[in-house]
């Protein structure tokens, strides 16, 4: 299923899975207090939690924005779809759908990168499924005791320039005493820290870091596969996809000869996701090698230190959750 869906509508093993994931996460749960009110009880926070953890909801939601953006007016104006082709519905745990979103709203430092200026978020996809994620949980809450926040991080190498964040549930107000939960979810993007870490073999191998992390990230946002599919298609998939590609593309730089060829793998006549992932990856690896390597002196400068380093801190294949509650 696409990334800018987010797994919008979980199969019964998604949901299935993220509930043991979830069960086995609660064993290391972690409470804190920010400051020494007397009104804060912990462990009815932490109750609140592991209901907010172990709950389900369903979330019904359109990706209207990201078509705007795609078509560049008004999608009702510019297309035929009926409001039922829009129509996407997400069931699962709060926390994974949560993850979901952060992963769907992954932005790039372009400067990090050497692709431009400013930070870009490759897609508006995930911004109704969001305002509705927040607005249910919200609203499943109102009665309930302590305020609840949840958020979410993805990052395919710790502290790098890629980042997944969602956010939904009130801010946690300063000198309140909170309690947070933190667990860890598997995200749909391939795990690849410990094939990087055996691929390393010398000090200065960041090519081969940058390019294993650079495959699991296009590989995770445009399964080569699925989107084959629907670039062959028609309908509000194609669209999605031939849009996400694009903003991958432009917020990479992809530019020239290169974008020429890049534009007819886009087609139905001549789509090709497998050249066009391999492009993007090799354009994205190279970025990434450039942000990885030192600026001078020897290997073990860089950002992230050396090549093994470097690759032990990829984390594409996760996502960190907190569940904070107060009163």
Known sequence: MS????RGVSTVADVTLALLLIAAAMAVLVTFAASGGSDHE????????????????????APETALGQHYGGDVSEETDYERADLRR????PVVTQVADVAMARVAFDREAL????????????ATEYHD?????????????????????????????PILGAAEVGPTPPAGEDVSATTITLSSDFPAVREAAIAAVEEPDDFGVVAGIVA????????????????????GV??????????RLADTLGVDGSD?????TYLTREGANATAANRLLAGVLAAQLEAYLEPASGPPATGPHGDAAAAAASITTGSVTVTVRTWT
């Open 237 to 246: 998939d194609r669209d999605l996809t031939v849009y996400r590609y694009q």
């Open 215 to 234: 495959q699991a990230v296009v590989e995770g946002y445009l399964p080569e596969r699925e989107s084959q599919r629907a670039l062959e298609g028609g």
């Open 114 to 125: 050497g692709s431009g200026t400013g930070t870009e978020r490759l897609s508006r996809a």
């Open 42 to 61: 912990p462990t009815e926070a932490d109750y609140t939690a592991e209901t907010v953890v172990a709950s389900t909801m369903n979330v019904t939601y």
């Open 132 to 160: 509705r994620l927040d607005g249910k949980l919200r609203a499943r809450l109102v009665n309930v005791s302590f305020r609840t926040h949840v958020a979410a991080v993805w990052e395919p190498i710790e502290g790098g």
């Open 89 to 92: 519905v997400s069931h699962g």
């Open 3 to 6: 990334a800018d869906d987010a």
């Open 259 to 263: 974008r020429e060829a890049f534009e």
